[in-house]
């Protein structure tokens, strides 16, 4: 074997054995690999696409604590029934929720714990932005808006008992 394939294998062995590296900003060299970046993105546009209705999300949210019946969940989520059946029936066969059987009641809970953490991440980055920027419509502006930074949520209610 040549010292310059060994040197190159050496380097390939290393490589295997680094911290794996994102698909999203990993460039494609190979084939292989753009095949594997490929599969991921559609995987995660699959994942998105059940995830894309705030009915769903809020279904999930609803999971979050526990296995709930349908009527649980209604009671949770107000919509109807067969509303709730459909949208149900659409993350069982994404593998988002599961079920079982308790008597005559069918009972769901979160199966793939990665969208509760997605959702979590997601809608608490919304609700964090949309308070600042509440926070931020709510104070007197200067000059120009971004002159004076808005107020954190949480010194706006020390503030507000002065």
């Known amino acids: 074997m040549s010292r310059a394939h060994s040197s190159s294998s050496a380097e390939a062995a290393a490589a295997a054995t680094a911290a794996p590296v994102s698909p999203v900003s990993a460039p494609a060299d190979a084939a292989g690999s753009a ?47 067969p509303n709730m059946s459909q949208h149900l029936a659409t993350l069982l066969q994404a593998g988002v929720v599961a079920r079982r059987r308790d ?3 069918m009972l769901y809970r979160i199966a793939n714990d990665r969208v509760v953490t997605l959702c979590r991440a ?30 954190p949520p949480s010194q706006r209610k020390r503030l507000a008992e002065r």
């Open 35 to 81: 095949m594997e970046s490929d599969a991921v993105f559609e995987q995660a546009a699959d994942l998105f696409r059940v995830m894309s209705t705030p009915m769903r999300l809020k279904i999930i949210s609803g999971l979050c604590n526990g296995e709930r019946s349908v009527t649980d969940l209604l009671l949770a989520v107000p919509t109807t029934q």
């Open 122 to 151: 997601v809608c608490t980055q919304i609700a964090i932005e949309s308070d600042w920027a509440d926070v931020a419509t709510d104070s007197p502006q200067t000059a120009h808006p971004a002159a004076q930074a808005p107020t």
């Open 103 to 105: 008597g005559v009641r």
